[in-house]
Each structure stands twice: as C-alpha cells, then as structure tokens.
C-alpha cells in the first residue's frame, strides 16, 4: 500500500467508568480489508456484550490478543495499515508485545517502544488470560490449533499478534457452527466444543438445549454407578450456565469470576456496606389484579404485547411512587445531600447466561400502560439475547427483583447502587384466605421492600409498600390515584 501507516485502535471505554473488557469474538483476520464503521470485534464489558467498529479504513495488520482475554480500556488491540502517511497522533498507540514473542517491527514505528503489559517494563496492566492448551510446535499444528480454535468459539489463539500461516496446499474453509452469543458463551463456560454439536434449531441453530445436552452426553459415562450402588444425583444450580456435576467426577470447580459477575460482586458488597438497608413485608390478595390480566391480553389495544402480573406491579409502584415522591431519591456521600429524583427510570432485574443485570426503562412515570408493556418485552427480549447496551442499564432511580419466577415466596433483597429502593415480588399462588367473612382460595404472593434508611424512614417506606399492595389488592385504584 503507497504511503502506508500503522495505525493502533484501542480499547474503548464503551461504558461509565468502565475500565476493562473481554475480548468475545474477533469478525476479522490478518489481512482482511476493513471499513470506517466496520465491527471488528464483540467484547464483555462488567456492563453487557458491545460490538466494537473500526473507525478508519484500512487492512488488519496484527491482532494483539485472541479471544477470551481480558484486556484495560486504552490498551491497543489491533492493528490497521491505512493509506495516507502518518497517522494523528491521537490515534496512535505503542506497540502491544506478545507474551511469547516479538511481533515484526513495522518500519514506521517508534524506536523508543513503550511496553504496556505486565512482565514486559515498568508500566502495569491487568492484561489477564485465560489457561489454555500447550499449542503444537509444528506450524501445521499451529494452524490446525488455529482452526479449532475459531471452530470452539473461545479457544487458545497463538499468544503472538495472529498471522495467517502458509498452508501448503490450499484448503477449503471450515464451516462455523452457528449458534448466538449467550450459546457461545455457554458453550465456553462449559467447555464444549460447538463443531461437536448436533443443532436442534431453526437453519441448524446450535441452542441451549443442544449445549446441555452435548455435555450431559459427555459425562454419561463418568455419572455410571456400579451396579452393588445407585448412581449418585446430577445437581446444577437452576438458570445457570453449569453443567451436570456428578459426585463421582471432580470434587472442585473453579469459575473465574468476570465481566457481569464479577461487577455484580463488588456492587453488591458496596451496596450491602454502605447504606443501611431495612427491609419490610406485606402478604396480600392479588386476586383481582390476576383477573385484570387475564382481561388485558384480549384487549386489542395490547395485541402482540407481553401483559403478564410483573406489567401490572411494575404500574402499581409507579403509582405508589407518585403518591410518595421522596422515595424516588439518591445520597450523595461528597455533598452530604439527598438528591430527590423527579422522573422514575424504572429497574427490571434479568438472569442471563452472563449473570444478573438491571436494565431500565427510561421516563417509565411517564408511560401509558401499553407504552409500559411494550418496554418491559423489549427489555426482557434484549436481555435474553444477551444484547443490552451500556447505556441501558445507568441512571436507575427504583428497581424490581421477580424471584416469584422461581417459586421463592420472598426475600431481602439489596439495593442496586445508587438508589434508595427495591421492590421483590414472590411466587403467585393459591392460597387459603379471608375474604367477605369466608376463607376461600385465593391468589396471594408477598412482597418485601428494601430501602436505604439514611433517606427513607421506616414511615415512608411502610406508606409506599402498602400503597403497591392496595393497588394490586384493588387494580381500580390505578384509575382512581392516577
């Protein structure tokens, strides 16, 4: 390329404050001619999975790490020779040293290099990566690593800025076994390797039910019992990306805690350390509320939504939010003030194979029923397919936990950091109940608030859970105090 310069993209701080990322997927290779604009790459924030496009045209030179690092916000990761000379100095990055050994010196790069991972020169950096294999020494053996490698989705990539080798003899390329994001990421968590998946989905879609049932596949030999004894019991935690774990079979396994975890960790220790929750409870009747529902998805003005009894709680605390503003609030610990929030950015807590995050419905006080079910299926949809953005999940004012989906009746939950209030709503069920002077079946759950009590006193938080239970007790009370 005439008048060729290297230019170095780096890491991009694709959140808050973010101050690192997991390399998920690279979309490119050595040599592959890109765009200004062009996804290059898919990584794992604390935050959720984003795609990282390139802002510049050019052909990738070197990819400074293979999947499944994890790698500080400003570090460069790949490289581009551009057209055009010298690229501006705002661009430009020192060069990344591989761990094993020394990339080609590109002839305009510096003389005076500055390393920037650790064991490599004065400057420091949490560059981690994960165990893998010992690559082959031959260069076959390096490219069928290589090969097997993009096949599994996750696997070892050489540790030196990735070069294509030179087959031989030309060779058709492999074809990737198609699966989505979370799948992938499941499939890595479990080890397993999707080119050794029978797809069960939709085009050949590897699922997660394909995944799980590669693995129980694998280990059905390990879980055999002899025959004088009965085989011991599989045990997996319920909605977690674990595998069937057979007590005949490793007695230990070691998770590395990252990405959505790991943040949730350290939010929840800082949450539980720093405001003094108090936590309060009410049984009620939602009988009524269920009956609502159930008249809702008829409505036409709800067709093609999601309308299910989290749709109506999410109403009934905004409501009772409204009837009692001062609960919708913050502390700020610099100013030592309590900053009162006049808009509710409304906080559904989701499982997903990465782990529990809190997306929020922006301005949710200002939406209309329908308006509110559309939102929380998108919300839900998103968080599913693994596709929640960054931004998505700032700026919450009040959040709810639905452990009922579990079956669990209750529980305490902490609040999300940075605000005052968490509303946890349990299992929906038949229950025997007082109701016009007779017990009856009726449809109870219970509901727990928490709340920080340096701004909520135990008055207003008690005002504000029994105003979420007389609306769904009385869903009338939704046109009434509206």
């Known amino acids: 390329m005439t008048n060729a310069s290297v230019r170095e993209f780096k890491m991009p701080d694709v959140g808050e404050g973010l101050t690192e990322a997991e390399i998920l997927k ?28 390139i802002p510049y045209d050019g052909v ?10 994890t790698v500080d916000v400003g570090t460069s990761i790949i490289a581009v020779e551009v057209a055009g000379g010298a690229a501006p100095a705002q661009q430009e990055a020192p060069a990344v040293p591989a761990p094993a050994a020394e990339p080609e010196q590109p002839a305009e790069q510096p003389a005076a290099r500055q390393p920037v991972l650790v064991g490599y ?17 031959t260069a076959a053996g390096q490219a069928a690593s290589a090969v097997q490698s993009e096949l599994n989705g996750h696997g070892a990539a050489p540790a030196a800025p990735v070069t294509p080798p030179a087959p031989a003899v030309p060779a058709a390329p492999a074809q990737r076994p198609l699966a989505k994001p979370p799948v992938r990421k499941l499939a890595k968590d479990l080890g397993v390797d999707l080119a050794t998946v029978t797809p069960t989905g939709p085009d050949g879609v590897i699922t997660r039910e394909d995944v799980h049932a590669a693995v129980a596949a694998a280990q059905a030999p390990q879980q055999a019992a002899p025959a004088d004894r009965p085989a011991a019991p599989a045990v997996s935690a319920p909605d977690r990306p674990a595998a069937p774990v057979s007590y005949d079979s490793a007695r ?6 990252k990405g959505v975890r790991k943040a949730t960790a350290a939010a929840m220790v800082g949450s539980a350390f720093t405001a003094p929750h108090v936590t309060e409870f009410v049984t009620v009747d939602v009988t009524r509320t269920m009956k609502l ?19 109506l709680i999410a109403k009934a605390l905004l409501v009772a939010i409204r009837r009692n503003p001062d609960i919708n609030a913050s502390w700020d610990e610099a100013a030592q003030e309590i900053v009162v929030k006049h808009y509710v950015n409304l ?12 997306p929020n419905i922006k301005d949710a006080h200002a939406k209309t029923l329908p308006e509110l079910a559309a939102s929380l299926g998108e919300l839900v949809s998103t968080a599913r397919e693994g596709k929640t953005s960054p931004s998505a999940m700032q700026g919450g004012t009040v959040t709810i936990t639905n452990v009922g989906v579990f079956g669990v009746d209750t529980g305490t939950p902490l609040l999300n950091p940075g605000e005052s209030a968490i509303l946890a709503v349990g299992a929906i069920k038949p229950q025997p109940w007082v109701h016009k002077g007779k017990v009856k079946p009726r449809q ?13 006193d135990g008055e207003l938080g008690s005002k504000v859970l029994a105003d979420v239970a007389a609306v769904l007790e009385q869903p009338k009370r939704l046109i009434t105090w509206a």
Do not use: M
């Open 293 to 311: 529902v159930e008249e809702l998805k008829q409505d036409k003005e709800f067709a093609g939504l999601r309308v299910n009894p989290l749709l």
């Open 252 to 257: 230990e396994t070691r998770v590395p805690v």
């Open 444 to 456: 109870v759950t219970t509901l727990a608030l928490s709340f920080d009590h340096r701004l909520v």
């Open 347 to 358: 906080g559904i807590a989701a499982a997903t194979p990465r782990g529990l995050i809190v």
């Open 26 to 53: 690279w979309y490119v290779q050595p040599g592959d001619t890109v765009t200004d604009g062009q996804v290059v790459c898919e990584v794992e924030t604390a935050k959720a999975a984003v795609e990282l496009p």
């Open 60 to 69: 990738v030179r070197s990819l400074h790490f293979p999947e499944g690092t």
């Open 121 to 137: 020169g004065v400057a420091t950096s949490s560059t981690r990566r994960r165990p893998r294999k010992q690559a082959p020494d």
